[in-house]
């Protein structure tokens, strides 16, 4: 399968405790996103590299977030100190390099982890 | 900023009725519009999506037409299948970022 790929798919953990997603991209795309999703609701963009690089973290990224992406390819969110109002789907996208011909962003999406904070 | 705002569910319709879910969105500039689609126990899909306006999306008989005037991506279908039930995302891209701004999703349920 070479879709988006997101480990682990279910995670429960206590509060104050620090958990650490992983996000395979599809191989040739340079660009992945991190989004949260909660229940009833559309996802909440969080983070978005280019390559390694880090472009853009949104206001919801709290100091107890952190995203890396050290290589380029795989990527991890990990979020210190959890609190039961971080339990939420994380998901994970990737999009391939932006040419003439796509002047789109088609995001593909990973199956996503849920987090469960008690 | 930007935002999409799309109508509630749960909607629910008989097979083979005509589905629309409307979709509003407020941008500046020029975003490119996608409808995903989400079924039960599966990740995000991309279902369809128009770059510019008047250009229409389709996709599995789902169409949506990207009307810059009323700033809307309506979703519709002529004829539902149990199959479709599923929660539809209208979404944004913004011409000048990366992120894709979400509305609430529109949860569907086809009765046979």
């Known amino acids: 399968d070479t879709g988006v790929s997101q480990n682990p798919r279910h995670k429960i953990t206590k509060r104050g405790q620090n958990v650490t997603f992983r996000c395979d991209p599809i191989?040739?795309?340079?660009?992945l996103y991190w989004y949260r999703q909660t229940l009833g609701q559309g996802p909440e963009f969080l983070t978005y590299f280019q390559n390694e690089a880090q472009l853009e973290k949104s206001r919801l990224l709290s100091d107890r977030f952190s995203a890396e992406r050290p290589k380029g390819s795989f990527s991890t969110l990990e979020i210190q100190r959890t609190e039961q109002g971080d339990s939420a789907m994380y998901l994970c996208a990737s999009s391939p390099r932006m040419t003439s011909r796509s002047s789109y962003n088609e995001q593909f999406f990973g199956p996503g982890t849920r987090l469960t904070v008690l | 900023g930007n935002s999409v705002t799309q109508m509630e569910g749960p909607v629910t319709l008989s097979e083979e009725a005509f589905l629309t879910i409307n979709c509003t969105y407020t941008?500046?500039?020029?975003?490119?519009l996608f409808w995903y689609v989400q079924y039960p126990g599966e990740g995000l899909q991309l279902l369809l999506k128009a770059t510019k306006a008047d250009d229409k999306g389709s996709n599995k008989g789902f169409e949506a037409t990207y009307r810059k005037e009323t700033t809307s991506f309506h979703l519709e279908k002529g004829s539902v299948q149990v199959s479709d039930s599923a929660v539809y995302f209208c979404?944004?891209?913004?011409?000048?970022?990366?992120?894709?701004?979400f509305g609430k999703g529109t949860s569907l349920l086809v009765t046979p």
């Open positions: 191989s040739e795309h340079n660009r």
């Open positions: 941008a500046t500039g020029y975003p490119s």
């Open positions: 979404a944004l891209s913004p011409n000048s970022g990366y992120a894709l701004n």
